[in-house]
């Protein structure tokens, strides 16, 4: 049963244009959520993070998107950049529990 | 500036053999976290501490056990370890609720 899905295992966008990564999710409780970047040999790195109050988050090239009805959040980066290349994890945390789950990432590849 | 370490970075083990997993973070976080990375499979949850002496069982917690005793170090334990426990083993740490977590560079264990 997954709590979290990233449906897209990966994502090729040409550099300079915008990168727009979705997530979804099917626990209504959760109320925080965040997105990471990893690269090969290193862990996640924290990028952006949304609370369940605000619809728009943004910092930077990247902005986080939420939906509540729909149950789904987007990460536009723009422009894309060569180092954006990585794995891109979406989280969902509950505050009354304080576990973090995650999705099973998509791999952005920024083409030349 | 070590933030959150993980040790060691790199084991084999065979079938049956136990081993613990040090995680130590020294930004006096209160909330500890094991995940284990698979192929396909994301970041999934093994167990947590919301603080001191305290733990929680994630989503996949068959086969671990954990212990925080001091607030800095989260110790993974495997007591008989098994095949479908190779895996790449990362340890996250944050400071409460709705804060995002910072990742050690994980350890990539092999079962024989």
């Known amino acids: 049963d997954q709590q979290v899905k990233q449906n897209s295992p990966s994502l090729s966008v040409q550099e300079g244009r915008i990168s727009i990564l979705n997530c979804d999710y099917t626990n209504s409780m959760f109320d925080y959520f965040l997105w990471y970047k990893k690269y090969p040999a290193e862990g996640p790195t924290f990028l952006i993070s949304?609370?369940?109050?605000?619809d728009k988050n943004e910092d930077g090239r990247f902005t986080v998107f939420l939906n509540k009805s729909a149950k789904h959040l987007s990460l536009h980066i723009v422009p894309s950049q060569p180092g954006d290349s990585a794995v891109y994890f979406c989280a969902a945390s509950d505050n009354r529990d304080d576990k973090i789950i995650f999705g099973k990432g998509t791999r952005l590849h920024i083409l030349p | 500036n070590a933030g959150v370490t993980q040790t060691p970075k790199f084991r084999v083990l065979k079938t049956g053999q136990s081993m613990t997993l040090l995680c130590a973070q020294d930004?006096?976080?209160?909330?500890m976290y094991w995940y284990r990375q698979d192929p396909g499979m994301g970041l999934r949850l093994i167990h947590y501490?919301?603080?001191?002496?305290?733990?929680a069982k994630g989503e996949v917690p068959d086969g671990y056990n954990v212990s925080r005793l001091k607030k800095q170090n989260f110790l993974l334990g495997l007591e008989s370890a098994a095949p479908s426990q190779t895996s790449v083993y990362f340890c996250a740490s944050r400071l409460q609720g709705n804060q995002p977590q910072h990742f050690g560079d994980g350890t990539r264990l092999s079962i024989l």
């Open positions: 949304i609370s369940s109050i605000k």
């Open positions: 930004m006096n976080h209160e909330y």
């Open positions: 501490s919301v603080g001191e002496g305290t733990t």
